[in-house]
């Protein structure tokens, strides 16, 4: 008996201090909520960044005058849409139903390349008008912010790729589903940093 | 796999909500589309105060989080959940820290060399 399958057939009236090691999906999704969170921490970073430096505009165009909310709202809604998506891809994983994950991952992922047209469009736009990160403080300190979550949401496109790809050819092991549900963590987390985003960086514009 | 999950602590996004399955999903669409739709309001209205403004988008926000960490993220105080919430509770207040603490050394700064504020200005 390997040690996991102890740890698999060790019920709640064993004591804590004699149970086996926890299994490999609960310590690999431990692990990757920790690499979230420390994600987190580099955004809030960033955050910090912008609060301290959106005053400084160089004479350049303020907060108030660059955004435009109804973009920002279209934006906000294809990221919460893509979350949901992701979930009920995340469920067929579970249920090992190939239909309807590529169905909704593949929802997932064109909500997600949506988002990043609709902020290339917009950064493509102030860069244009002369708005660009060399501008001022201000605006090196928001393109660094929302640009590092643009980042983030392509990587993680390219990471949703992989894992069409993987179950395609490996079908749904362990292993994979694994993969996907610490991809599934990483795309909810996504949209909690957004929350962020479009609150102080859009919202709190003024 | 259930008695396991029990007996060993689970990992994020696994827990009772997943019994829930598609429904959590939706529920937290359902909370969460009327407070981004409220965030939008809040700041293009004159209905509000201005100044408390800030403070309601504030708070929206942080409800907003704990919908998307309660029903997309699945975390929760279930007894087998103490290790993913004792790191989100560190990750938080590290969080806060790094945030609300440069936002106060860089007020305390700006405040504290005043004649030079307006040399600051000249630079920027």
Redesign the interface.
């Known amino acids: 008996m390997s040690v996991g399958e102890q740890?698999?057939s060790?019920?709640?009236d064993?004591p804590l201090s004699l149970?086996g090691p926890?299994?490999v999906?609960?310590v690999?999704?431990?692990g990757?909520?920790?690499f979230i969170?420390?994600d987190?921490?580099l955004f809030?970073?960033l955050?910090?960044?912008y609060?301290?430096l959106s005053g400084?505009?160089?004479?350049g165009p303020t907060t108030a005058e660059l955004f435009d909310?109804k973009h920002v709202?279209l934006e906000?809604?294809c990221l919460?849409a893509s979350?949901?998506t992701c979930?009920?891809g995340?469920?067929a994983v579970?249920r090992t139903d190939a239909r309807a994950m590529y169905f909704w991952m593949g929802v997932t992922f064109l909500l997600g390349v949506t988002f990043l047209t609709l902020e290339g469009r917009e950064f493509a736009g102030m860069v244009a008008a002369g708005a660009g990160p060399s501008h001022?403080?201000f605006l090196s300190a928001f393109f660094t912010l929302v640009g590092t979550h643009g980042l983030h949401v392509s990587l993680g496109l390219v990471w949703l790729l992989i894992m069409l790809l993987q179950v395609t050819t490996l079908g749904f092991q362990p292993m994979v589903g694994r993969r996907f549900?610490a991809f599934?963590?990483f795309w909810?987390?996504l949209?909690?940093v957004w929350?962020?985003v479009?609150?102080i960086v859009y919202?709190?514009a003024r | 796999m259930d008695l396991q999950l029990q007996a060993q602590g689970a990992a994020p996004g696994v827990d009772a909500r997943d019994r829930l399955g598609a429904r959590s999903y939706l529920i937290g669409l359902a909370f969460a589309v009327p407070l981004t739709a409220a965030s939008f309001w809040a700041a293009t209205t004159s209905f509000v105060y201005a100044p408390a403004v800030p403070v309601l988008l504030a708070a929206l926000a942080i409800a907003q989080m704990g919908v998307h960490v309660a029903f997309f993220l699945h975390i929760s105080s279930a007894p087998d959940q103490t290790n993913n919430l004792l790191a989100l509770a560190f990750g938080v207040f590290v969080t806060g820290l790094i945030v609300f603490g440069s936002m106060m050394i860089m007020a305390h700064l700006n405040h504290n060399m005043m004649s030079m504020d307006q040399l600051m200005q000249m630079q920027r």
């Open positions: 740890a698999l060790a019920g709640p064993v149970r926890a299994p999906r609960v690999a999704g431990f990757f909520w920790l969170l420390s987190i921490i809030a970073v955050f910090a960044t609060s301290v400084s505009t160089a004479g909310k709202f906000t809604m919460l979350s949901v979930g009920f995340s469920l579970q001022s403080a549900f599934g963590l909810h987390a949209d909690i929350i962020g479009f609150t919202l709190g």
